[in-house]
């Protein structure tokens, strides 16, 4: 039905904007249409920004739809042979590329007008959509498939089958469902392992068929003059980001048995081969089990708790607000009531196995797992959401799930949806809310949110908190507890509080919240806490959260949450001061047992990469922000471990190092993303599965022993060739390449964010310090290292290892380090220079004071027990260079001890003194005091230490 009636003065104002504008460039373009098509044509154009910038761009495509009457059928066109038509010719990437993008346009544009103009029913525009996307995707791999195969041959198994490139669409393309500005999730997979066949010069398969992936990621993906097709997303495939681009089904089906985890199961719910052929079924076949269990799966009802969860902490972590897909009520929770149903009945009863929602819903009714009514409430909800998220995309074509906030796009959405219950925007909004809580209520039943009842345990601090009462009568009612200290100070500190937030702009809601979380607080505090730190600590806290209620009501909704947030303030004000200045960190409390069971050491990569996997990949904030937040929720983990005694200072330290190795990694791949976008790659590592590029940590990070607030000493490697340049469009020498690399990377740990920094960075340790180059090629380094470097670089070497970097890079930077370390040396030469370096450092750095000793820095401290054991491995390697194998002091003093450097006593000695004063270093950290001891306590570890000192150098120290 035509819409051409009853616009308001803003739309009516629109529609003489935009038919102006696209006369003025083009006055004759549609002179051939009739009354009725010109009228549309004008409407569409008021309609959305989206269809008059590509009317601008490309007219007669546009205008040739209502001239044609194109936009006029309700069915869906057969976009296969129309493409195969356009394709055919193609001679060129370039040539595909600008057909698939004026093609998108123009049947985009089509679809667009069909939504906001004649209300194309929602399950046809969401065929319709996806059956475009599908035939793009194969129209764009059978073209490349041949042009590759001309190229490098045609990929064949062992038994001599052609073997092809197999497209899994996830999410709401493999659900066909997909909204009008969604990006596409793809894997990609191929047979069995075998060689290309018919070439020159034969390929591996997977080398093949990664190169095809790439073309066609290239041809759907990158934004050249006329647009681009899709943004393609590839971080669901097994490994994520750092996984090969392509696996055999062989090593799919391996993956998801051995190390598939919940989500996953929950993304494979919609995954789909994108077309048919003689692979489709067997693989299918393959990944079935991994997601629909045979026994009743009750565990993912806790799995998308969880992920429900989540969604609502990146809620709160974008302050989003009127969201109609993450939201409470939102898509998000229509799909996941559906999709508990699927993951825990699917295995028995098949007919769940479906991956379209609206196809679901009405078995769920027959096998008697939700009512009648339950189905209307989500069908109503559901068709409805969908269809203002498709009209709200449409308006500019934007991923976005968020209701508009100007009056035109408001008035465009209205005027588009034409629902009789919503005639004005207050009115949508109105029934938006009726839909929405409706879906709530229904997820709430099915996978619960249940607030906790405080009962009556918390009446005697809710009347004071109430209260209007005078000094006098406050402080005796605080008295009645007995368990405070200091009565007045628990007073001063609430009254404090309390006029702080009469200044704050709260909101009645958050103000409700927090006048029943104080009492709350003030019940838990008194159970176990009588000093007046630890309210005074969580209080900083509620001060600096007290303007978002999300994060007030998580306290008051998760009493767990609160009470470990309080016992950890008790015990740490550095984590207090963290807390408070990155409130994000609440959400990592919700679950304590998390925070009580450090991961795994081999879990923060894994970790990370989920983290990331949901971050646009050409938002380099957002991607900056989240490595930062989840820095900082593995440094609160951590440091609970730490505080609780379940780390020792040795652990401690190793989570610390891997989350800095993770972090490395992950930084290391979205620089090189960044940069390779704009120059391509070095020649030597297309193809390939490595990068040519290794970090080599020095210092605490080489020698596994970094503390909460250690900086990073990093030297980067490379191994190009001289005369090589990387394959962009913009070409430049590979060395530059490298150097353009390692500057991203800075800019990634060093920029200072509203996070905070990632990491700082230390480059000094490189060759020629701060004028020597970011980037040292391994030949450039080993010749340094051999005839220029000094006594001390050589020191600083003991404690290197390769951080990031692929074996062969990492073997050699290996291997000369132990020619390095292995030199014969004069032992009384190494012992002057090392000394001579200390002594230095000593002047400089050195924070004693009358009354305390520096646990670093001073005579007997951390520094001297690592000179020493340098000044041992420099001394002693060309005898023993087995102690090259290493690069950590408590390993390395063993070492010594095992080829009789030193005595078991020795030993024994200098590694209790080493982990007794960095435990103290981490502690005092925690604690935000400064890293010092009295003499009286320092005195024994310092005169175990300088003792084996003065008999080690032979001299005095």
Sequence with gaps: MNKSTNLSALLSLQKQKSTQLFNQQYPDATAHLSEQQLADFQHALMASDFILNSTLQCPEIVVSLFSSERVYQTDCPNYQQMLAK?????????????????????????????????????????????????????????????????????????????????????????????????DIDLIFTYPEMGETQGARRSLDNQQFFIRLGQKLITALHQKTADGFVYRVDMRLRPFGESGPLVLTFNAMESYYQEQGRDWERYA????????????????????????????????VIDSLRRMKMMIAQEVRRKQLKNNIKLGAGGIREVEFIVQVFQLIRGGRIKELQHRRLLTVL????????????????????????????????????????????????????????????????????????????????????????????????????????????????????????????????????????????????IGHRGRAVLDKLVPVLMWHIQQEYSEHFTLERVLIIFNKISTRTAYIELLFENEGALKHLIKLCHQSSWIAEHIAKYPILLDELIDPKLLNNPPELSSYSADLRQAMLRIPEDDQEAQMDRLRQFKQAQHLRIATGDICGILPVTKVSDHLT?????????????????????????????????????????????????????????????????????????????????????????????????????????????????????????????????????????????????????????????????????????????????????????????????????????????????????????????????????????????????????????????????????????????????????????????ENVNGICQSLYEKPC
Excluded at 143 to 149: E, R
Excluded at 745 to 755: D, G, L, V
Excluded at 770 to 781: A, C, E, P, Q, W
């Design 362 to 505: 009405p078995i769920l009714v027959e096998k008697k797992e939700i009512t009648t009514e339950n189905e209307a409430v989500l069908t109503n909800a559901y068709c409805f959401l969908r269809r203002v998220e498709n009209i709200i995309q449409a308006l500019n074509d934007q991923q976005t799930q968020t209701l508009p906030d100007n009056d035109l796009d408001q008035a465009r959405l209205i005027w588009a949806l034409r629902h009789d219950k919503c005639e004005t925007w207050l009115a949508f909004l109105e029934y938006l809310a009726l839909q929405m809580n409706g879906v709530h209520l229904e997820f709430c039943a099915l996978i619960g949110e249940e607030s906790p009842n405080h009962q009556a345990k918390d009446q005697h601090w809710t009347a004071l908190w109430d209260s209007q009462w005078s000094d006098e009568e406050s402080i005796a009612w605080i008295e009645q507890v007995s368990v405070f200290v200091d009565a007045k100070k628990i007073w001063g500190l609430l009254v404090e509080f309390r006029a702080d937030m009469e200044k704050r702009s």
């Design 86 to 182: 356009l394709i055919t010719p193609c001679e060129s990437e370039d040539q595909l590329h600008k057909v698939l993008r004026q093609f998108r346009l123009q049947e985009m544009v089509n679809i667009a007008v069909a939504d906001l103009l004649f209300e194309l029913e929602l399950t046809l525009s969401l065929e319709r959509l996806s059956e475009l996307a599908d035939q793009l995707i194969l129209a764009a791999l059978n073209w490349l498939t041949l042009f590759c195969q001309d190229k490098w041959g045609i990929p064949t198994s062992q038994s001599g089958e052609v073997q092809q490139l197999l497209v899994y669409g996830m999410g709401k393309l493999g659900g066909r469902e997909l909204n009008f500005s969604s």
């Design 658 to 942: 891997a989350l800095a190795e993770a972090i490395i990694e992950e930084v290391i791949h979205l620089a090189w993303q960044q940069i390779s976008q704009r120059f391509g790659v070095p020649a030597s590592t297309v193809g390939q599965d490595h990068r040519g590029f290794s970090a080599i940590g020095y210092g605490k990070m080489g020698g596994i022993e970094l503390g909460y607030s250690s900086d990073l000493d990093l030297v980067f490697l490379h191994n190009s060739q001289s005369n090589e340049e990387t394959n962009g469009l913009k070409q430049i020498p590979a060395a530059q390449f490298y150097m353009k690399l390692a500057q991203r990377i800075m800019h990634i740990f060093n920029t200072r964010m509203a996070s905070g920094i990632l990491y700082e960075l230390d480059m000094r340790l490189r060759p020629s310090g701060n004028s020597g180059l970011l980037v040292i090629h391994i030949d450039t380094f080993a010749q340094y290292q051999r005839d220029d470097a000094w006594t001390w670089e050589h020191q600083a070497l003991v404690r290197a290892r390769t951080v990031f970097g692929y074996p062969e890079l990492a073997n050699k930077f290996t291997t000369i380090r132990k020619e390095i370390l292995t030199r014969v040396r004069e032992r009384a030469s190494v012992s002057t220079d090392v000394l001579k370096m200390r002594k230095k450092m000593r002047t400089h750095l050195d924070k004693s004071t009358s009354d305390n000793t520096d646990i670093k820095q001073g005579q007997g401290g951390l520094v001297d027990i690592e000179f020493l054991v340098q000044f041992l491995v420099l001394s002693e390697s060309s005898k023993y260079p087995d102690l090259c194998k290493y690069s950590d002091n408590f390993h390395l003093l063993k070492a010594l001890q095992h080829f009789g450097v030193i005595s078991i006593e020795q030993q024994k000695q200098l590694t209790i003194s080493y982990c007794t004063l960095r435990d103290y270093g981490h502690h005092a950290t925690l604690k935000n005091e400064q890293q010092l001891l009295t003499k009286v306590d320092f005195q024994d570890i310092a």
């Design 268 to 299: 494979m719910l919609k995954a789909r081969l994108i077309g048919q052929g003689i692979y489709h079924d067997q693989l299918s076949t393959l990944l079935r089990p991994f997601v629909y269990r045979r026994y009743i799966d009750f565990s």
